[in-house]
């Protein structure tokens, strides 16, 4: 007979408890805090071995100590990236495990989502019918049949989109470090990716090598009027640097999953107040920029995907079993 464990689990809404409470009732009892995880709210987790946490809860050198402290054993993201965990200063003191893939359909469809809303105006044209304007006016696209996709990443997802421009009739050029030739994509370097593709979307994981890599620089080497679709992580992107290229237009439209600085803000309604972060304000304000607040995974197959795998890695932890998804 097996123990009901306690599990804390941080930055808790609707859409996570239904899989949760679903799968996991025979066996966890989930204690669900809305509130993300930080120095203020570590000590609800002292009751419990693991805990569940998300996206946006840091856990650096301070968070870990803390939870150490408490007799947290086990971390068990719900998300694939783990970018937010010193996982070194974690080896040796606390397991870590991740879900590194729920659904690889949902991200990609997300992607595509942006781009075809920013290319054909939907977005505007909604706002303009709502208000019974039914003029055409700068609601102009253009065919994706034929245009240059350039995808950063050939993951699973990356591979997904790159199967939905194949079926827009759309040119595919990838960039991986490590490429895979059975793909059926054509591999080039970064810097043609930036000078010929008339969309640019990124997939792939935030690291050292990968932080800021759309830059002024690259933003330069791209073709005027390009646009970026970014569904990974928003540190791939400074913020700043395409808001300028925005303005100048060297940048025609922008769809942004996530934003740099999204901790502050995603996840959370702030609509009763006024945002202080400048950037964002004025990437909201753009008609050419969709921002949606890392929505891209949430179907409810990848929800249920992301309890299964999240309960299972619970489950290997407790029964003393390998934990394959450890980061």
Same mark, same amino acid.
């Given at each position: ?35 993300? &995880?930080?120095?203020? *709210? ?7 071995? =693991? ?8 856990l650096? @050198? ?10 947290? @054993? ?6 694939a ?10 080896? $040796? #003191? ?18 595509m989502?942006? &781009?075809? *809303? ?18 055409? !006016?700068d609601l102009? $696209? ?10 950063? $990443? ?11 421009c ?24 970064l810097?043609r ?16 090598? *990968? ?8 933003l !330069?080497?791209m ?6 679709? !970014? ?12 808001? #300028? ?25 702030y ?16 008609? !050419? ?17 992301? =309890? ?7 489950? #290997?932890?407790?029964? $003393? ?7």
């Amino acid at each position: 007979m097996f123990t009901i464990e306690q599990i804390a689990f941080f930055d808790a809404k609707p859409y996570d408890m239904k899989w949760f409470e679903e799968l996991g009732k025979d066996r966890y009892k989930f204690k669900y805090y809305e509130h993300r &995880l930080t120095p203020d *709210t570590a000590g609800l987790a002292c009751s419990c071995k =693991a805990i569940v946490a998300f996206v946006n809860d840091i856990l650096d @050198r301070e968070m870990l100590d803390r939870l150490v402290e408490c007799g947290v @054993r086990l971390v068990a993201l719900r998300c694939a990236g783990y970018n937010n965990v010193d996982v070194n200063y974690a080896k $040796g #003191k606390i397991d870590v495990v991740r879900v590194p893939v729920y659904s690889p359909y949902a991200v990609a469809e997300h992607a595509m989502a942006l &781009l075809l *809303t920013l290319n054909r105006k939907i977005h505007r044209a909604f706002n303009r019918t709502r208000d019974f304007n039914f003029s055409l !006016n700068d609601l102009t $696209g253009f065919d994706l049949y034929g245009k240059t996709a350039g995808i950063v $990443g050939m993951g699973q997802i990356g591979r997904v989109f790159s199967d939905i421009c194949r079926g827009f009739g759309m040119k595919i050029l990838a960039f991986d470090p490590y490429p895979d030739e059975d793909a059926g994509v054509e591999y080039v370097s970064l810097e043609r990716l930036f000078s010929e593709s008339d969309v640019i979307s990124l997939h792939c994981p935030l690291t050292a090598d *990968t932080r800021y890599m759309i830059n002024s620089e690259a933003l !330069n080497k791209m073709k005027d009027g390009v646009f970026i679709i !970014n569904t990974s992580r928003g540190q791939l992107i400074d913020s700043d640097a395409l808001l #300028k290229a925005l303005k100048s237009g060297k940048v025609h439209a922008a769809g942004l999953d996530v934003y740099e600085e999204e901790s502050e803000f995603f996840f959370e309604d702030y609509s009763g107040t006024v945002i202080q972060d400048d950037i964002l304000q004025l990437l909201v304000s753009m008609p !050419n920029v969709l921002v949606t607040s890392h929505q891209a995974f949430l179907t409810e197959e990848a929800l249920k995907r992301i =309890a299964e795998v999240t309960i299972e890695n619970l489950t #290997k932890f407790f029964e $003393g079993g390998e934990l394959e998804n450890r980061v």
